[in-house]
């Protein structure tokens, strides 16, 4: 990386300047998956932001964790266990929001099974595996919008965003049940946003590229793969999670009422979509 482009690199720790200008004060967002990575990211930003992020994990401790983090630096949030791939857990976590806040206003149906997935061919994948990610990755994302949205209806407002994956147009190897799932959940965004279109609520999914995070990975990409993946960006720098935030914090906004059933790609301009 040059040092120009180092300078502008964000930092991955502390709130990027631009956090507090989308105006999301106050607003109750549940993120799933919050407990490590980009969802703890996602959530100290919208906390240092003055919005609760809800910090829903199958980890508790990590989830509790997230939450101290940010009561330690002055902001609100909700650490709750949930496993995305059970209905009655999702259900209740969807209900405690409610009791507690007595709304939802955005959904970021982040949680996956991710950093622990190991690479294989794709018939060397175990059935339970498959059966596994596609009961997260795609039934999570399906329970969660289920579960928010009577109360957005009710609303007339509310904002779901789901999390697909670069490695969709890449068609990344040996990842066939990751790819598949995350192919998925795009499918499932544009039809989810014709069905709640008419109640105000918008539902959009963002395409990440590679992100490093401060999670170790079954398969870490090495420094190669990373700079000749880096190579290949318009933007030629590493990702962070904190790239992630203006695109989720916008979305969550009035301003982007109008924007709905899309799939749009942070990766630094390594994909197109013309
Ligand atoms: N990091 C990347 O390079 C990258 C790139 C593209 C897309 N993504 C996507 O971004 C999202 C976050 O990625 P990450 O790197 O932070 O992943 P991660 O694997 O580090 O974190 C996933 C989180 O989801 C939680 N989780 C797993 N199963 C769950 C369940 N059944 N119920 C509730 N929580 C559960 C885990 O406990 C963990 O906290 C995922 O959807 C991932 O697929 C990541």
Same mark, same amino acid.
């Given at each position: 990386m040059s040092e120009a482009l180092a300078t502008h690199a964000p930092k991955d720790?502390? =709130?990027? /300047?631009?956090?507090?200008?989308?105006?999301?004060?106050d607003r109750v967002v549940i993120i799933t998956g919050?407990?490590?990575g980009i969802g703890r990211e996602l959530a100290r930003q919208f906390a240092a932001a003055g919005a609760i992020p =809800?910090? /829903?994990?199958?980890n508790q401790k990590n989830a509790e964790s997230v939450s101290s983090e940010i009561a330690a630096a002055g902001g609100s949030s909700l650490a709750l266990e949930v496993d995305v791939a059970d209905k009655g857990s999702v259900d209740e976590m969807v209900a405690a929001v409610l009791k507690e806040f007595?709304?939802?206003d955005a959904l970021v149906n982040?949680?996956?099974?991710?950093?622990?997935l190991e690479k294989r061919p794709f018939d060397q994948i175990p059935l339970a595996e498959w059966e596994r990610v596609m009961k997260v990755n795609i039934t999570g994302t399906f329970l969660g919008a289920c579960a928010v949205a009577p109360s957005m209806r009710k609303a007339g407002w509310g904002r779901i965003i789901n999390i697909s994956s670069d490695s969709v147009p890449r068609?990344?190897?040996?990842?066939l049940h990751y790819v598949t799932s995350k192919s998925a959940v795009i499918g499932m965004t544009n039809s989810l946003a014709r069905e709640l279109g008419p109640f105000g609520i918008t539902v959009n999914c963002i395409r990440p590229g590679s992100v490093a995070t401060e999670v170790e990975r079954t398969v870490n990409p090495t420094a190669e793969v990373r700079k000749r993946n880096a190579d290949l960006q318009c933007i030629p720098r590493g990702m962070m999670p904190t790239d992630l935030v203006g695109l989720m914090m916008f979305l969550t906004?009035?301003?982007?009422?109008?924007?709905?059933g899309q799939t749009i790609a942070c990766d630094g301009g390594y994909t197109h979509s013309n």
């Amino acid at each position: 990386m040059s040092e120009a482009l180092a300078t502008h690199a964000p930092k991955d720790s502390g =709130v990027p /300047a631009f956090a507090r200008d989308f105006g999301v004060q106050d607003r109750v967002v549940i993120i799933t998956g919050a407990g490590q990575g980009i969802g703890r990211e996602l959530a100290r930003q919208f906390a240092a932001a003055g919005a609760i992020p =809800v910090i /829903a994990d199958l980890n508790q401790k990590n989830a509790e964790s997230v939450s101290s983090e940010i009561a330690a630096a002055g902001g609100s949030s909700l650490a709750l266990e949930v496993d995305v791939a059970d209905k009655g857990s999702v259900d209740e976590m969807v209900a405690a929001v409610l009791k507690e806040f007595g709304r939802v206003d955005a959904l970021v149906n982040n949680a996956s099974i991710f950093a622990t997935l190991e690479k294989r061919p794709f018939d060397q994948i175990p059935l339970a595996e498959w059966e596994r990610v596609m009961k997260v990755n795609i039934t999570g994302t399906f329970l969660g919008a289920c579960a928010v949205a009577p109360s957005m209806r009710k609303a007339g407002w509310g904002r779901i965003i789901n999390i697909s994956s670069d490695s969709v147009p890449r068609g990344t190897v040996n990842y066939l049940h990751y790819v598949t799932s995350k192919s998925a959940v795009i499918g499932m965004t544009n039809s989810l946003a014709r069905e709640l279109g008419p109640f105000g609520i918008t539902v959009n999914c963002i395409r990440p590229g590679s992100v490093a995070t401060e999670v170790e990975r079954t398969v870490n990409p090495t420094a190669e793969v990373r700079k000749r993946n880096a190579d290949l960006q318009c933007i030629p720098r590493g990702m962070m999670p904190t790239d992630l935030v203006g695109l989720m914090m916008f979305l969550t906004t009035p301003a982007a009422s109008f924007i709905t059933g899309q799939t749009i790609a942070c990766d630094g301009g390594y994909t197109h979509s013309n």
